[in-house]
């Protein structure tokens, strides 16, 4: 089994910043996908970033694309850089896992989660 634990998050003004960090650990050899996934209240989970441990993929949502960043900062932790905060952003992010070389922002192909963390944009 893969452990997450977020951090990070926090309630800032439109346009500010905040950086979320996500620390694996258990079973983590071999090449992973990781994730950020966000939900807000009354809405479907939905991805926002991921990519491929070691390198090779790098995915972003449409709508975070020019203002997220992910990135892996060390061998087992994640971190996602979001600049220019918007309401709509406001939602709780999770940190997500699943092992192998593919890479996506479904929900349903990741295996492993976090507990989450709050971002509230007002």
């Known amino acids: 089994d893969v452990q997450l634990v977020e951090s990070g998050g926090g309630s800032v003004q439109v346009g500010w910043s905040l950086r979320l960090s996500c620390v694996a650990s258990?079973?983590?050899?071999?090449?992973?996908?990781m994730g950020w996934f966000r939900q807000a209240p009354g809405k479907e989970r939905e991805g926002v970033a991921a990519l491929r441990t070691g390198g090779g993929i790098i995915l972003y949502a449409d709508s975070v694309k020019g203002r997220f960043t992910i990135s892996q900062d060390a061998k087992n932790t994640m971190s996602l850089q979001m600049n220019g905060l918007k309401p709509d952003d406001t939602a709780t992010y999770y940190c997500?896992?699943?092992?192998?070389?593919?890479?996506?922002?479904?929900?349903?192909?990741?295996?492993?989660w976090g507990q989450g963390t709050q971002v509230t944009v007002s």
């Open positions: 258990g079973d983590t050899i071999g090449r992973y996908c």
């Open positions: 997500a896992a699943r092992s192998g070389g593919y890479c996506s922002l479904g929900v349903a192909d990741f295996s492993y």
